[in-house]
Every structure is written in structure tokens, then in C-alpha cells.
């Protein structure tokens, strides 16, 4: 059975640090491509970044550049997404996901799109708030 179970998020303030975990069971996390995304209330779902599984190549967003860090550890068959420099617009309820369509994600992302429509697993969602 697939399963993504994100843990790590919590309430920090501006200026402040956040690392996100993504457990994945089901499946060997290095065959599939996993993806944050985000939602903030009233806000459509964003598409924060990325990590190929074959070769590890990562995508983020313009809005988290060089501020989030994606990385891979495949003996614990997880994802982590590090957080810098938070801000309240960083505020929303952040969701890993899986997929095995890697090439086409590698495609979109090459041209600055991360559609969440790719993705076939879930997670529940970890709520990040930041807030003074």
C-alpha cells in the first residue's frame, strides 16, 4: 500500500527555519519523483518544488528559490524540504506527493511549470504557520 506521511511543520516566526519530512511506504522513494506543494486558504495549489528519483534532479518554485532545500535520503526511503528565511507568505498547509511520470514533470519543470494533475499519491498535509 503507497503511502506519504509528511511531519515537521509547526508554527515559527519570520525570519525563522523549518525542515519537512515526507516517509514514504509502498514504494522505494528513489524510483518516483516526489514534489512539495503547498495551499494557502483562498489560494489555489502551489507546486513548491521537486526531486527526480532516477538522478536527483531538483525544481523549485521562483517564490522559494534559494531559500527551500529538497533533498533525498534513500536508506530511510524519505524526502526532506528545508526552509529558510520564512515568511508569512510561506503560511499554508504543505503536501508531498509521488509520481512515476518523471519525464513529463522533468518537461514541465524545464519550462517552469509543476502541475500537481501528475502526481498519483498523496499525503495528508502538515500545516506551516508563520507568525511573530
Known amino acids: 500500500q503507497v503511502q506519504l506521511v509528511e511531519s515537521g511543520g509547526g508554527v515559527v516566526q519570520p525570519g525563522g527555519s523549518l525542515r519537512l519530512s515526507c516517509a514514504v511506504t509502498g514504494f522505494t522513494a528513489e524510483s518516483y519523483t516526489i514534489g512539495w506543494f503547498r495551499q494557502a486558504p483562498g489560494k489555489e495549489r502551489e507546486g513548491v518544488s521537486c526531486?527526480?528519483?532516477?538522478?536527483?534532479?531538483?525544481y523549485y518554485a521562483d517564490s522559494v528559490k534559494g531559500r527551500f532545500t529538497i533533498s533525498r535520503d534513500n536508506a530511510q526511503n524519505t524526502v526532506s524540504l528545508l526552509m529558510d528565511r520564512l515568511g508569512p507568505e510561506d503560511t499554508a498547509i504543505y503536501y508531498c506527493?509521488?509520481?512515476?511520470?518523471?519525464?513529463?514533470?522533468?518537461?514541465?519543470?524545464?519550462?517552469?511549470?509543476?502541475?500537481?494533475?501528475?502526481?498519483?499519491?498523496w499525503g495528508q498535509g502538515t500545516q506551516v504557520t508563520v507568525s511573530s
Open positions: 526531486i527526480s528519483g532516477s538522478e536527483g534532479t531538483t
Open positions: 506527493a509521488a509520481s512515476s511520470r518523471t519525464e513529463s514533470i522533468n518537461t514541465a519543470t524545464f519550462y517552469g511549470y509543476h502541475p500537481s494533475s501528475l502526481y498519483d499519491f
